[in-house]
């Protein structure tokens, strides 16, 4: 696997700010190296308010911040007050999903920050609606590569790890992702410093020298999740969980409570493996009850492998100084081939609709972004490819949504992303049963989808599917 590190040139106009603080020393590779698990003799983070930590803040630079549960919300609300106060320009901000308000967005930095996400969360959908921010339909595996080949190139790394060790290490705890990469290739890293942030195992480590400008905090991170499914979402888990997944399989599911459903329903499982992305607080019963051992992996035997978290606190008190857990990079958590390696490769994803010839649509509504490719690709691809054969590529969706409304339909909507192509489509599940698609004809596929569709719809689709396809779906 191989490790990103931070370019030697970029530290060559960064040597006036940040290190002159370091004692004047021969100039070795131990000064200027930054893979970031490798200490810098001699040098140490200064340590300052928020505000202080955006003093190197300039017009058109590109600022990366970590998401998920690690979003740096204290230190991304500084840099937006420094922004405004010193009327700066053309600052992108460029991330995955981040929680927290996103102060950057807002209407009174249009022409300050603009937002580039890599996935989209629910604080970026009206700015990226309304002309004011950017996405990048990128596959999560693929983020890294943003960095590698310095399409994308940080002037800035924002990130929170927990405070460093008897070592001097810090961890990047919830979420590893493509944090590394991005902040390997930054010239600066600002750190918010939280003894809430999760020590993790695995690829997260940053020793404290790396750290330009390091900031206290000591906050809670967001949470999510903990609510009970409803009787769809339970009954979609019950049909995956029942049919789909194998004693012995490895598991790959998102955040949501679809896979929290599919999660309780597998209490009488045995020998299950977690290779994921992310993973849900769901995964904690399962493994108190010994349903999931990892024992069967091919690779990181006895080990949950993941790359980023957001959850409830129970998930992150569960992760924290945890060997059991390993938090990868997600070039290597999400790598195909490393995908198809495990048994019985069990990736279940959600979507917003699929059409009747299995085109699904992940990330929009109509022309309206909503998301991004994330990793379902990469994982339905690699439980297809799975070198047993034996794996399970799963879409899985209400036959509803909350209005009502079919989102099993004739034709998805103008504009709509097509994330997971219909060559791509395996299994498809709703509450109302399942939809096996690979190798069928399209009108086969219609038939098999109109079946798990909500039955006040399948008159309809049934129509709908004769005047596209000039036949009548059938078996």
């Known amino acids: 696997m191989a490790v990103s590190v931070r370019g030697f040139s970029h530290r060559i106009g960064h040597l006036s700010s940040v290190l002159a603080t370091v004692k004047s020393s021969p100039r070795t590779y131990f000064t200027y190296t930054n893979e970031p698990s490798q200490p810098i003799k001699g040098k140490e983070p200064k340590w300052t308010t928020a505000e202080e930590a955006f003093q190197d803040l300039q017009s058109g630079q590109t600022v990366f911040s970590q998401g998920a549960a690690a979003t740096p919300i204290e230190l991304l609300n500084a840099m937006t007050k420094v922004g405004k106060s010193k009327n700066l320009k053309d600052i992108t901000v460029c991330h995955m999903h981040t929680e927290g308000p996103a102060a950057y967005t807002d209407p009174s930095c249009e022409g300050i920050f603009r937002s580039c996400s890599f996935f989209m969360g629910g604080n970026v959908r009206k700015t990226v609606a ?29 990130i929170q790890v927990s405070p460093p060790d008897q ?10 992702d493509c ?39 000591d906050t809670p991170l967001p949470c999510h999740g903990g609510k009970p499914p409803s009787d769809v979402e339970t009954q979609i888990g019950k049909n995956i969980a029942e049919n789909l997944v194998e004693d012995g399989a490895t598991l790959q599911m998102g955040i949501g409570s679809i896979p929290d459903a599919v999660l309780a329903c597998l209490t009488n499982h045995k020998d299950l493996g977690i290779h994921s992305e992310m993973f849900a607080g769901g995964v904690i019963d399962l493994v108190n009850r010994g349903c999931v051992t990892n024992n069967k992996k091919s690779i990181h035997r006895g080990r949950i492998v993941g790359s980023f978290l957001i959850g409830t606190q129970d998930l992150y008190d569960f992760v924290d100084n945890n060997p059991f857990i390993e938090m990868l990079v997600v070039d290597y958590v ?19 609709e699929v059409d009747l010839t299995g085109q699904i649509c992940s990330d929009s509504i109509g022309t309206r972004m909503y998301s991004g490719f994330g990793g379902q690709v990469d994982f339905i691809r ?20 909350n209005k009502g409304e079919s989102k099993i339909v004739p034709l998805l909507k103008p504009g709509a992303g097509v994330v997971t192509t219909k060559a791509h489509a395996h299994y498809v599940v709703t509450e109302h049963g399942i939809a096996y698609l690979f190798g069928k004809t399209l009108r086969q596929r219609a038939h098999a989808l109109i079946s798990i569709s909500h039955p006040n719809h399948r008159e309809a689709l049934e129509k709908a ?11």
């Open 130 to 158: 309304e002309g004011r921010g950017d996405a990048i339909p990128i596959f999560l595996s693929e983020i890294p590569l943003l960095f590698t080949r310095q399409i994308v190139k940080p002037d800035i790394a924002v």
């Open 167 to 176: 070592h001097g290490y810090c961890s990047l705890g919830t979420s590893v």
């Open 179 to 217: 944090v590394r990469a991005g902040m390997s290739h930054s010239k600066i890293i600002v750190a918010q410093i939280n003894p809430r942030m999760p020590r993790t195992f695995g690829d997260g480590i940053i020793h404290i020298s790396h750290i330009d400008y390091a900031v206290k905090v």
């Open 334 to 352: 999400n790598s195909t081939s490393i995908i198809a390696r495990q048994p019985k490769m069990t990736a279940i994803n959600s979507c917003i």
């Open 382 to 401: 690699g439980a297809a490819e799975g070198l047993d054969g034996k794996g399970k590529p799963i879409i899985a969706l209400p036959s509803t949504t």
């Open 465 to 475: 599917a004769f005047e596209r396809l000039k036949v009548m779906p059938a078996p």
